[in-house]
């Protein structure tokens, strides 16, 4: 087996468990359509520009960002209350909350005559009294915003996405992406961002920055454009690094008028690799482009690596050796993002007897512990059903 179907399986059991658990070149030119005060972490206070004035006043949290992934159904029900009071009683302070979900759909319904008012959602049901309520809790707002995965756009704009056979194509689970080439993909998921801006939101993650798993197996039969890329004399894993470290800065610098942050989530593996040769993500280059970067670091996530054969029964272990590899590589950065990984509060049954453990109050700690060792104060708790384990401690801890 050769090192580059090494990384090929890596990447791909990688994002196999992420779906199962519920989760450059120049600018290319635009297409023609139209689309229906933190210093210690470097996030330096940025002062509202001409025209804009946030509704909302939010402060970066002095501890660093320590936050619960929320989804928009789980905003319109009364459990919401109790994600609330977790957050209150305790040492987190933040909050992920879906704006543009796993299925190119809005949480929110937007105003009449919007352009998204087709992709409207009913479960916000006023961003403004949530971020009025978040306000008034003083805990920190993040929209996550899904980019390239979207069967909505997909299936409304099959010359946005890949087809096959006339078609529109879709992976085993049923999924569409969008192709991260077209430049009209871009302003379309950051005219969303900016929307999330305009409400009072104060950071704006995007996830699924990325092409397809496995997409350098398919790129020779599936149907798509490489719009301006088409002219880039690279081949086609470059171009593909490209065009998402590309999206990135431009969504950067297109939301730097509404005083949010830019943070991107990305898999723990890409920081170990030159790059991951399907899916476009470079570690460094996205980084350097970004005010946080958040790796989704989940023990259960990882094959054997760094000698530890079994790492979802080793989560302190597994996180501390992941820490020490990406402080050598954001060091490296002239421009360092804050380091806001994405750890584990559920259990990986999936991965067979033997081979998982029930995740609990130990375990999370555990994840937090590493972290905070090796100097990374802030984190992400993710649970897709947003069901959080009880009684952890979030504060630094010691062995």
Wanted: glycine residues 8%; proline residues 7%.
């Amino acid at each position: 087996m050769n090192y580059k179907t090494i990384i090929v399986l890596l990447v791909s059991f990688l994002l196999i468990g992420c779906s199962i658990q519920g989760k450059s070149a120049g600018q290319p030119e635009p297409t023609t359509g139209s689309m229906p005060e933190k210093p210690k972490s470097g996030l330096a206070e940025k002062s509202v520009p001409k025209g804009f004035n946030s509704p909302f006043s939010f402060k970066y949290p002095e501890d660093g960002v320590k936050g619960i992934y929320v989804t928009g159904p789980t905003v319109s029900v009364s459990r919401f209350n109790e994600l609330l009071e977790l957050v209150e009683k305790t040492e987190l302070n933040s909050m992920v909350i879906d704006i543009k979900d796993d299925f190119g759909l809005l949480q929110y319904q937007p105003e009449k005559g919007s352009p998204f008012e087709e992709i409207g959602g009913p479960y916000i049901k006023d961003p403004g009294k949530l971020l009025k309520t978040l306000e008034e809790k003083e805990i920190y707002p993040i929209a996550r915003v899904v980019v390239f995965k979207d069967n909505h756009l997909a299936s409304q704009r099959p010359d946005l996405s890949f087809t096959e056979n006339g078609k529109v194509w879709k992976n085993g689970r049923g999924e569409s992406f969008v192709n991260p080439f077209m430049k009209e993909v871009w302003e379309y998921n950051v005219a969303i961002a900016k929307e999330a801006a305009k409400m009072g939101f104060k950071d704006i993650q995007f996830d699924y920055v990325r092409f397809p798993e496995g997409f350098e197996t398919r790129d020779s039969s599936l149907k798509y454009s490489q719009g301006h890329y088409s002219k880039v004399e690279k081949d086609n894993v470059q171009k593909r690094v490209d065009a998402v470290t590309d999206f990135v800065a431009y969504a950067k610098k297109e939301l730097e008028p509404y005083n949010v942050d830019v943070s991107v989530d990305i898999f723990g593996y890409a920081a170990t690799l030159p790059e991951a040769p399907g899916i476009g993500q470079n570690f460094s280059k996205i980084s350097a482009n970004v005010d946080a970067i958040s790796s989704m670091i989940y023990p259960s996530h990882w094959t054997s690596y760094w000698g530890i054969k079994k790492p979802d029964l080793q989560p302190y272990e597994i996180i501390k050796e992941y820490a020490k590899h990406e402080n050598k590589v954001l060091d490296a950065l002239e421009n360092r993002p804050v380091s806001r990984p994405w750890i584990q509060d559920f259990t990986a049954s999936y991965l067979g007897a033997g081979n998982y453990k029930k995740y609990g109050k130990a375990e999370v700690e555990a994840q937090i512990r590493a972290l905070n060792e090796n100097g990374i104060d802030e984190f992400l708790l993710w649970n897709a059903a947003n069901r959080y384990t009880k009684g952890v401690d979030y504060t630094p801890l010691t062995p």
